[in-house]
């Protein structure tokens, strides 16, 4: 059992998208991603997905609204839910979601998709 340091883990993060491990508990992962640009609009059809704003900002477009989320605010994302997370700067976003949900949900041959993840 060891603390983790969220900004240390981020500085091993070089890319956007491509969610790593940091932890696991109960079946649930805890994953770390930079945002930067737009995703692209999915879903999931069994999994909540948790997001929670690190440092920088980013919008979750829904298809009725958007919701702009800053350092320290969290969003759940219900199953069945369409979204598209657009950052226009970097932003460090933590992850909580039931282990093995791809990034990409209902699009499985996105270059986007990312199954087999690093841990940090």
């Known amino acids: 059992m060891e603390k983790v340091n969220l ?16 932890g696991e508990l109960n079946g649930q992962q805890v994953k770390l991603a ?12 069994h999994e909540d997905e948790f997001f929670l704003v690190v ?23 219900p199953r069945g839910v369409e979204h598209k997370p657009v950052a226009n700067e970097e932003a460090e976003v933590l992850m909580f979601e039931p282990a093995g949900t791809v ?14 993840l690093e841990r940090l």
């Open 55 to 77: 440092k920088g900002k980013f919008e979750m477009h829904l298809r009725d609204k958007v919701i702009e989320l800053k350092p320290g605010e969290f969003l759940i994302v």
């Open 103 to 116: 990034n990409t949900g209902n699009l499985e041959n996105s270059e986007r998709t990312r199954t087999n």
């Open 7 to 22: 900004a240390q883990k981020f500085d091993h993060i070089p890319d956007y998208w491509n969610p790593r491990i940091a």
């Open 34 to 45: 930079k945002f930067k640009g737009a995703f692209e609009w999915h879903h999931h059809e």
